[in-house]
């Protein structure tokens, strides 16, 4: 079984440019969520994807867009970025659609995005 | 709104107990989950509480009070390895994401 993979693992960009961030769902699993963790912080939900919809969004503006693909693979895009969006970008995985926040979510090792 | 808090650092000796507390305010509760984070790394699943009690799970374990928004990890026999960050997180309320706390970073000396 594999499990939540991530790409890049780093990422140095500079203000305006826009970022794109890719997860692999663990096998089985058809629902990503994202999450946005600052230095010394917990993580913050961005937005869910369930069977290739946006099915809830945390409180981040829509320069944040994603996708998710037929394999339940999924990007996280982030458009004009700005000083703040330094963070390690978290992907989980899950089963399940909407409701499904108390099933157990699987991280990735995360993406460690530094915007100069 | 949803609300947690946790105390945001703690420090103990290897072979000891300690006990990471979390409260939290929710419109619904539908369980409260425990992450562990080493620096660098994913969170990992620790514990899921949805009903009151103590649950066991090796030198872990995880308490729930509903009626005062309280829950606690209580680590035992401790190990360097348990250095690490420790999160709170309840469901939202659509139940589409984890509301996470700060995190309680746990630092294990000899």
């Known amino acids: 079984e594999t499990g939540v993979t991530q790409s890049p693992t780093h990422l140095i960009k500079t203000r305006g440019q826009q970022v794109t961030l890719r997860c692999s769902s663990q096998?089985?699993?058809?629902?990503v969520s994202w999450y946005q963790q600052a230095l010394g912080q917990g993580p913050q939900f961005i937005f869910q994807?369930?069977?290739?919809?946006?099915?809830g969004r945390g409180n981040f503006p829509p320069r944040f867009s994603g996708l998710q693909f037929p394999n339940y693979s999924s990007e996280l895009n982030v458009n004009a970025l700005e000083l703040d969006d330094s963070a390690l970008y978290l992907c989980?995985?899950?089963?399940?659609?909407?409701?499904?926040?108390?099933?157990?979510?699987?991280f990735g090792p995360g993406t460690r995005l530094t915007v100069l | 709104g949803q609300n947690i808090d946790q105390p945001t650092e703690m420090t103990a000796t290897e072979g000891a107990i300690v006990q990471i507390n979390c409260t939290y305010q929710?419109?619904?509760?539908?369980?409260l989950f425990w992450y562990q984070q080493h620096a660098g790394e994913a969170p990992t699943f620790l514990s899921y509480?949805?009903?009151?009690g103590l649950e066991e799970k090796g030198r872990f374990s995880s308490f729930l009070s509903r009626s005062k928004g309280y829950s606690y990890l209580l680590l035992k026999e401790l190990q360097m390895k348990d250095s690490a960050s420790y999160l709170c997180?309840?469901?939202?309320?659509?139940?589409?994401?984890?509301?996470f706390g700060k995190g309680t970073t746990l630092s294990v000396s000899s």
């Open positions: 989980a995985s899950s089963l399940g659609g909407s409701g499904t926040s108390t099933n157990e979510q699987f």
């Open positions: 096998s089985g699993h058809n629902t």
């Open positions: 994807y369930y069977r290739e919809e946006e099915n």
């Open positions: 929710t419109s619904g509760f539908n369980g």
């Open positions: 509480n949805v009903l009151d």
């Open positions: 997180a309840v469901p939202n309320q659509a139940g589409t994401a984890l509301i």
